[in-house]
């Protein structure tokens, strides 16, 4: 069966430095891959999608980049962080090109930026 | 494009009563319709899909959504509701590409 996983749990980083938010998928192959944050009240918010390794589309402008170096892994990072990317990240994973397969999600990673 | 609007942001009922939780969406094309639940401090869990055939779409945890094209609405509903159904609960539209688009969430708080 397949399986996410994300990493760390929780994560308090002062304001300007960077990030690294990890993520895999076991037990698939080829999967569409996202990063999604989740602020308080207001919802989830798509940040990028992958559809191959190397193949990232950023939804936002933001202070984030995503970057896919292999099939299974998506990374979330941050050269500088800010006050504003305190939130809730979840990873998620779909298959197929059909528009019908829900997406899986990881536990998420809480960050707090100080 | 598409969007999802929850009517409810937060949602109280005492337990074993009956709850719905509103879900509209506003699309151009066709939509395939999704409902999640998130526990505190964790990932969301698929409850239940539309993709097509019967409106009346049956999910875990004895939930279960009906999709109303005219109405442009996919409500989720439970007959008899429990402590452990407090959650935040997300309805979720895609359209003809990737992306899953998101309503705000309608926090259930289940009261004894």
């Known amino acids: 069966s397949q399986t996410i996983h994300q990493w760390p749990a929780t994560l308090v980083q002062p304001v300007g430095s960077p990030l690294s938010l990890e993520c895999t998928v076991e037990?698939?192959?080829?999967?569409?891959l996202y990063w999604y944050r989740q602020a308080a009240g207001r919802g989830l918010q798509l940040l990028f999608y992958s559809v191959g390794i190397g193949q990232i589309s950023s939804e936002v402008p933001q202070n984030l980049s995503a970057s896919r170096p292999q099939d299974r892994q998506f990374i979330l990072s941050s050269k500088k962080l800010l006050l504003s990317d305190s939130g809730f990240y979840l990873c998620?994973?779909?298959?197929?090109?059909?528009?019908?397969?829900?997406?899986?999600f990881g536990n998420g990673t809480r960050l707090t930026v100080t | 494009a598409q969007s999802v609007t929850q009517l409810d942001s937060q949602v109280p009922v005492f337990e074993e009563a009956p709850v719905e939780l509103r879900c509209n969406y506003s699309s151009s094309v066709s939509v395939y319709l999704f409902w999640y639940v998130q526990y505190p401090n964790q990932g969301l869990q698929l409850l239940l899909k539309?993709?097509?055939?019967?409106?009346l779409v049956k999910g875990i945890n004895g939930f279960e959504a009906e999709f109303n094209k005219s109405q442009t609405s996919f409500h989720l509903r439970k007959p008899s509701v429990h402590i452990s159904d407090t959650a935040e609960y997300f309805c979720a539209v895609r359209g003809s590409n990737y992306k899953l688009t998101f309503g705000k969430g309608t926090l259930l708080t289940v009261n004894p």
């Open positions: 539309y993709l097509s055939g019967s409106t």
């Open positions: 998620a994973w779909s298959v197929g090109w059909g528009n019908n397969s829900p997406l899986h």
């Open positions: 037990g698939t192959s080829n999967p569409n």
